[in-house]
């Protein structure tokens, strides 16, 4: 039985979101299961194997709208028009997005094609897409989950249900360069201490409090340092205001970098920190897992997610979500006890292999043959 894995995602982009999507299906493809990402294609194949390290498309089936797309439902028509001339007994469906509602309902109830939906959220923001999750939990032949939060939110309602953590690429963490070879690479100074952040820009990642955090412990440290590897133009020009002018003197922008340049960018941090500030219960971020095979301290906030991993003082530091001083009093915990770096940095990567995309596979690949059955 193959696997129609749904994918609204124009490829390639910046997102982690769509680099899950790739990386979860070239797991599955790795463990056995017959399967076919469906995106939208940017029409650079070369790019979208660079980007996300693949060395063959085989695992793709493009679409190609042709012109701009207006909306989900004119990318969904697209989908079902493809999807028509499939065998409807040879495939299931497979899709992280509750934007695609109109293809599995459609093809459940007119086709008989089951379908799986991966959930990240306990809960929708907007009103529309909290109707659109409620048809699709209630109705799909599989659920897989990325958190016991979410396992316990929904083991009563569904039999057929996993619980696949994010995960990471473990050959993208071998043979990284040095902290050395990172600092040339990147122009950092060699004579500072380094803080580290990989992400987004968007509130909720929380910048602000690991800015507020830095203006503190810059003005006692001036050999602390810190890089932010992501962001746009405006977003990086905007996010400086929130600095004081000295400690502004030792922040470092890298931009918007590659996925297979980001573990190379955080080998020059001595600290790694996730400042949080208002994460879902469900959300499980990529980053964390990528922070763990690092063997660097990790500094970060509490939240209901990241606590099933993280472990305050066992495999981290964390901190109260949006308080910087705490934030930066963990920071200067660890920069005063280098046995304290050393115990939380082994911990986190003895660790690391619960947390690979091979892993997740394993759990949706069940489901999926559950689905089927």
């Avoid at 958190?147 to 249900?161: G, T, V, W």
């Avoid at 499980?284 to 939240?303: A, C, N, Q």
Wanted: charged share 25%.
């Amino acid at each position: 039985m193959k696997v129609i894995y749904i994918s609204s995602a124009s490829l390639p982009n910046s997102f982690a979101n769509s680099y899950q999507t790739v990386k979860t299906c070239e797991a599955l493809k790795r463990a056995g299961v017959d399967i076919e990402l469906w995106a939208e294609s940017k029409g650079d194949e070369r790019a979208i194997l660079r980007s996300y390290g693949l060395e063959s498309s085989d695992l793709f089936n493009f679409l190609r709208i042709g012109k701009k797309r207006i909306n989900h439902v004119f990318y969904s028509i697209a989908v079902l028009r493809k999807l028509r001339s499939q065998d409807k007994k040879t495939f299931v469906l497979y899709s992280r997005e509750t934007g695609m509602w109109i293809v599995l309902l459609f093809a459940k109830y007119i086709w008989n094609v089951p379908f799986v939906f991966e959930v990240h959220r306990k809960e929708s923001i907007k009103w529309h897409d909290a109707l659109r999750r409620k048809l699709l939990l209630k109705k799909a032949d599989g659920l897989v989950v990325i958190s016991k939060a979410l396992f316990e939110s929904f083991k009563n309602d569904k039999k057929n249900i996993g619980l696949a953590f994010c995960g990471v690429e473990p050959k993208r963490f071998q043979n990284i360069i040095s902290k050395t070879d990172s600092l040339l690479k990147y122009k950092l100074l060699e004579d500072k201490i380094y803080l580290g952040y990989a992400g987004g820009f968007e509130e909720y990642q929380g910048l602000k409090t690991l800015v507020k955090a830095f203006n503190i412990l810059y003005k006692n440290n001036s050999r602390l340092g810190l890089f932010i590897a992501g962001g746009k133009t405006g977003e990086i020009e905007s996010i400086k205001a929130y600095f004081t002018k000295e400690a502004l003197g030792g922040v470092y922008f890298l931009g918007m970098l590659p996925f297979a340049d980001v573990p190379g960018a955080l080998a020059a941090a001595d600290i790694l920190v996730m400042p949080f500030e208002n994460i879902d219960q469900g959300g499980s971020p990529v980053k964390m897992f990528e922070y763990l095979f690092m063997s660097r301290p990790i500094v970060s906030s509490r939240t209901p997610m990241i606590e099933e991993v993280l472990r305050d003082n066992e495999n981290a530091l964390l901190f109260s979500a949006g308080n910087f001083e705490e934030l930066a009093e963990k920071i200067s915990l660890l920069l005063s006890d280098l046995e304290l770096i050393k115990r939380l940095a082994s911990q986190s990567f003895i660790e690391r292999n619960l947390y690979t995309f091979d892993n997740r596979a394993k759990t949706i690949k069940v489901v999926i043959e559950q689905a089927v059955r």
